[in-house]
């Protein structure tokens, strides 16, 4: 996430306070990707359906 969004999102603090408070461990890192990894298994599936070729309509005036 872009650092302009974390600070909207945590109160709108000045860069320097950002950046003082923005401090990340390995663990975290594991950990936000262990999360995302799951919310991504839930979001991906399998569409059925039919697809149909449709026709395209000419337009008045079209050359081609």
């Known amino acids: 996430m872009p650092g302009r969004v974390a600070m909207t999102i945590s109160g709108g603090q000045t860069r320097s306070v950002f950046d003082r408070c923005n401090i990340v461990s390995d663990e975290d890192l594991k950990l936000a990707a262990a999360k995302r990894e799951a919310c991504h298994r839930t979001q991906t599936g399998t569409i059925s359906g039919i697809v149909a070729h449709l026709k395209k309509k000419k ?6």
Do not use: Q
Not at 59 to 64: D, K, L, P, V, W
């Open 59 to 64: 337009r008045s005036g079209s050359s081609t």
